[in-house]
């Protein structure tokens, strides 16, 4: 069925360890089996805790241009694959090659991006300004970090997460979305390909990741958990890592602004809503979820998107010629189709603009006009091909609408000009604002969001510090 040499079983301690219980996973296009893979139990996970605190014994003091070299090995050989890569992401996820090749190519950059900062972690040294002390910090690697992904970016959340545990001198255990642990399994396999010991990476594919994951953050051996995923999840979570003042970094919701102020290009505009809307059909925590567009071109904005959503091909992901894939299951679907119908009943106007194929999680792109902020689908997260316009007067008005909303990972901002764009960016409560252009994410830059979105930041040069413990060493002298 797959073609690839993935293996399906879980990784701990080195060793492909087979489950009794299997878990299907699916083909979301076809809603074929595609492999059957562990089914980690609750000692299954403490085992992989296990494997992880004893290969930190000498993974921790491994020199940090050792650990560089496994995981420039590491992007070299996912580089090298990368269509390989892809082809798992769209089979188990269901995005359009061109979104799979782009995260297999991101993905692998992880890799590449903190092979460089493993050796580049500075400490400090200063003289205490009263005289009596030398204040010197510094960086060591927290132990074993437990990472939980996401099925939306299968590949990139894991690489974001174990190349900078790796490159800290941390070892690892991942846990996948059921949906979608194929990719992650066979990214162990590189970093085994990339001269990785054994027990560095495990990872746990299972059905019960409530309890399996409950397990593994009571585990004293544990020290940090790095979650990508809802922030109803996230919440949970962080009660439970509240229990043992675990450090948490959570990377959550978004519900993004896509304001296009007065006097901005809108073609340009058009082109960046997109990306921002359209990469992975939508179902990114980036995606733009709310547009806010000048009263002035309201009209000329939702007229053109418009145009641009019905010239999209949607259906089975592995065809290149397609622009939009099938959303990972029925389930995240029918959660599209409920919003349009809620959005129905409050007065709006939703028809889809494309054809779908008959069979599948396949769902249309909709640009629906004239929407009231507040109402459903400006309240909620998407997750889909959906774009709900909404016209403002004022700049303060639409920097006000942007603003209202409890998550706050990034805001697109179109303006007339970059400066016009920086100082309207700096009134947005974001994370990440991108300024006349649809997509912001990039392994040299501090991803992450503010407000409910989350806490921590991954890649660029924050990235690697979530995984190192600072201590201050009082010198006398
Ligand atoms: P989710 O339901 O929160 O699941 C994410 C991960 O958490 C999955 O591995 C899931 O496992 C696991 N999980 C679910 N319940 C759990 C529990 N009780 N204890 C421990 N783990 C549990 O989110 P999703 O639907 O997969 O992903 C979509 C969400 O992720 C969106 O809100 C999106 O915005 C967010 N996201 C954020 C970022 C970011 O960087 N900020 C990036 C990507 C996605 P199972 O698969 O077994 O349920």
Redesign the pocket.
């Known amino acids: 069925m797959l073609g690839i040499d993935v293996r399906t079983d879980l990784l701990i301690n080195g060793a492909w360890t087979p489950t009794t219980d299997r878990l299907s996973v699916l083909d979301p296009a076809t809603g074929e089996v595609l492999a059957q893979v562990g089914d980690a139990s609750i000692a299954d996970g403490i085992e992989a805790v296990a494997a992880a605190s004893a290969a930190f014994q000498t993974w921790g003091g491994t020199p940090a241009r050792v650990r560089a070299e496994i995981l420039r090995r590491a992007f070299e050989i996912m580089s090298a694959e990368v269509e390989t890569c892809a082809r798992l992401i769209s089979l188990e996820n269901g995005k359009a090659w061109r979104d799979a090749v782009g995260e297999a190519t991101y993905a692998a950059e992880f890799f590449r991006w903190f092979s460089e900062e493993a050796s580049r972690v500075e400490g400090g040294f200063r003289y205490a300004p009263g005289g009596d002390k030398t204040i010197i910090t510094d960086y060591r690697p927290m132990g074993v970090a437990y990472m939980?992904?996401?099925?939306?970016?299968p590949a990139a959340?894991a690489t974001r997460k174990l190349a900078p545990a790796l490159a800290a001198g941390c070892t690892a255990v991942l846990?996948?979305?059921?949906?979608t642990p194929l990719t992650a399994l066979w990214i162990g396999q590189v970093l085994e390909r990339a001269g990785v010991p054994a027990g560095v990476v495990n990872i746990v594919t299972?059905?019960a990741?409530?309890e399996v994951?409950?397990a593994i953050l009571r585990d004293p051996r544990v020290a940090t958990l790095s979650?990508?995923?809802?922030?109803?999840?996230?919440k949970?979570?962080l009660s439970q890592t509240a229990q043992r003042v675990l450090p948490s970094s959570m990377?959550?919701?978004?519900n993004a602004p896509f304001v296009v102020f007065e006097g901005a290009d809108v073609d340009a505009a058009i082109d960046g809503a997109m990306i921002a809307k359209m990469r992975n059909g939508g179902a990114?925590?980036t995606a733009a979820n709310r547009f806010y567009v000048h009263e002035s071109v309201a009209n000329e904005f939702s007229t053109k998107l418009e145009t641009a959503f019905a010239k999209l091909r949607v259906g089975r992901g592995l065809d290149a010629s397609h622009d939009l894939g099938a959303m990972v299951s029925e389930a995240e679907r029918n959660k599209i189709t409920a919003l349009l119908e809620s959005a129905r009943e409050e007065g709006f106007e939703a028809n889809p603009l494309a054809e779908i194929p008959a069979t599948g999680a396949f769902i249309a792109p909709y640009v629906v006009r004239d929407v009231r902020h507040g109402s459903t689908l400006t309240s909620n997260?998407i997750?889909g091909p959906v774009a709900p316009i909404v016209s403002f007067d004022t700049e303060d008005e639409g920097v006000r609408m942007a603003n209202d909303c409890e998550y706050g990972?990034i805001s697109y901002v179109y303006a007339k000009d970059a400066g016009k764009g920086i100082s309207l960016a700096r009134r947005m409560e974001s994370g990440m604002v991108a300024i006349n252009r649809g997509l912001a994410s990039d392994p040299a830059a501090p991803?992450g969001?503010m407000k409910e979105?989350?806490l921590g930041r991954?890649g660029g040069f924050a990235g690697i510090h979530e995984f190192l413990e600072t201590q201050y060493f009082a010198v006398d002298v």
């Open positions: 939980i992904t996401p099925w939306n970016f959340m846990k996948p979305a059921a949906e299972t059905s990741s409530g994951s409950e979650f990508t995923g809802s922030t109803f999840v996230g949970l979570l990377e959550l919701g978004g990114a925590c997260e997750f990972l991803f969001g979105s989350g991954e």
